[in-house]
């Protein structure tokens, strides 16, 4: 009885798991997880659906709460995530929970779900975010003029079909994010659009980590 009952809990996850060539980096942490590991999450949590998998974890959703659990093995997402929880910020993803599975030493971080970017929010930050990299993030990104000098280069980009009043918008909230996340005393090289998303109406960080 013991077996199968272990071996049901282990069923449950798998049934949710994406094939076995997009897990990435959870496929060997899944290996991981003892029987203990999987009541605690069992008792803790009811997965109801596969979220997105991630190079050192993987995301499920959380059906009781809508909530987004994380269970990795990234030493900093789990530093991160602690500290936001505890000083709060409204740069990020509320983190509700974090901890330490007790046999695998696996990490599980419970945080809000975020929105995903629209294809447009996605393609203008994804190119803001690209110039930035190639300005090594230097202040000259906080220039009144750099916004501008942007949307001169979209403008006439045969890439785009540029929105200036939605990249205006967009812009200024993206730039707004990174001073905070800068503010907080976190690296912000790494926040780009496939980290961030809209959580009550803000734009925020939800991938804690690379800080």
């Known amino acids: ?39 605690m999450l069992q008792q803790t949590y009811s997965f109801s659906d596969f979220f997105k998998p991630g190079g050192e974890g993987a995301a499920f959703i959380d ?8 269970i990795t093995e990234e030493d900093e997402e789990l530093t991160n995530a602690v500290q936001i929880m505890s000083n709060g910020s409204e740069f990020f993803v509320p983190v509700f929970n974090a901890f330490v599975l007790p046999d695998s030493g696996v990490f599980v971080i419970e945080e809000g779900y975020a929105d995903e970017l629209s294809a447009q929010e996605y393609q203008y930050i994804k190119y803001i975010h690209n110039d930035m990299v190639s300005i090594e993030f230097s202040n000259e990104m906080f220039s009144p003029y750099y916004k501008q000098k942007l949307q001169d280069q979209m403008k006439y980009s045969t ?40 959580y009550e109406g803000r734009l925020v960080r939800f991938d804690f980590g690379y800080m």
């Open 63 to 70: 059906s009781k709460t809508g909530h987004i659990v994380k």
């Open 1 to 39: 009885m013991y077996i199968n009952w272990y071996k049901t809990i282990r069923a449950s996850f798998e049934d949710i798991l994406p094939p076995e060539q997009e897990r990435l980096g959870f496929r060997d942490i899944f290996q991981k997880l003892t029987e203990n590991d999987l009541l």
């Open 159 to 198: 890439r785009f079909s540029l929105d200036i009043q939605a990249f205006s918008v967009l812009f200024d909230k993206y730039i707004n994010l990174i001073k905070g996340i800068s503010k907080s005393g976190f690296d912000v090289s790494d926040t780009h659009e496939d980290n961030i998303g809209w």
